[in-house]
């Protein structure tokens, strides 16, 4: 009988970890990303960098064949080598440079070097005169596809073990906030530059968000440690399982006393 708290406790506990583990990174609310970011100063930088980047992003998903289509009158063939080229760049962008870059550069510099070839990118698009212009943009994709593989390898080198799901998963959060705003500012904002002087205005605009992220790139550390914050969210899981203990061990002394 007097072990018999303690086995409560232990299934407790491990019943609690397994819910943290395995349910945060895959069913992450994207608006339940702010209670994760309101602990970590550096998660919230990195979820800036993440908003300002996805946002720029969907200025190029969401409008640019609509984009070649109507002002360069792009057939489907060119679509398809457009679309081919940029699949070609992506894939030796993740499969290849960023292996070499990062382990050389570090995440940071590896990630400004993404977001400044992106913002070369979105320039390039934006203010193009001739097709191949178009193809040539492309060409800075390779480095753009760096953004996203060197931040998840700075927030997991930077958070305790227990705590990269939620992380990731609070980044995926952020991303998936962007798949609602991006597409619906940027294609506003193709339609109202359509029939002016500079058709690829929104272009120069995602390009902008690509400069702002840059700039608070600046603000993350060298070597890509979390400091302080990352003993902070492990302090508040340690705090949320003692709480629980606590609870726990109050119910069944209540439970015996009454027995």
Not at 221 to 250: C, W, Y
Request: hydrophobic share 45%; aromatic share 10%; glycine share 10%.
């Amino acid at each position: 009988e007097k072990n018999r708290p303690k086995v409560t406790l232990v299934d407790h506990v491990m019943a609690k970890r397994m819910r943290q583990e395995d349910y945060l990174p895959f069913q992450m609310n994207p608006l339940e990303t702010l209670k994760v970011f309101s602990r970590s100063h550096l998660l919230f930088r990195v979820a800036i960098i993440v908003f300002l980047y996805y946002t720029g992003v969907w200025a190029i998903v969401s409008t640019l064949m609509i984009y070649v289509t109507r002002q360069f009158a792009f057939t489907q063939m060119m679509v398809g080598q457009l679309l081919s080229a940029f699949g070609v760049c992506t894939m030796f962008a993740e499969g290849v440079l960023v292996r070499i870059m990062v382990p050389r550069l570090g995440e940071r510099l590896t990630l400004q070097i993404g977001l400044l070839g992106f913002a070369c990118q979105c320039i390039t698009i934006g203010l193009a005169k001739d097709t191949w212009v178009l193809y040539l943009s492309m060409l800075f994709s390779v480095l753009s596809n760096l953004v996203y593989p060197a931040l998840s390898s700075m927030v997991s080198r930077g958070v305790g073990p227990s705590q990269v799901g939620v992380a990731l998963g609070a980044m995926n959060g952020v991303k998936a906030l962007t798949e609602g705003f991006g597409p619906l500012c940027f294609g506003a904002l193709l339609f109202q530059f359509e029939d002016t002087r500079l058709p690829g205005a929104p272009y120069l605009i995602a390009a902008m968000f690509a400069i702002g992220a840059l700039l608070a790139s600046y603000s993350l550390k060298e070597d890509g440690s979390m400091g302080r914050d990352g003993v902070e969210m492990e302090d508040i899981q340690h705090e949320e399982e003692a709480e629980g203990l606590l609870d726990t061990f109050l119910k069944v002394e209540g439970t015996n006393s009454e027995g």
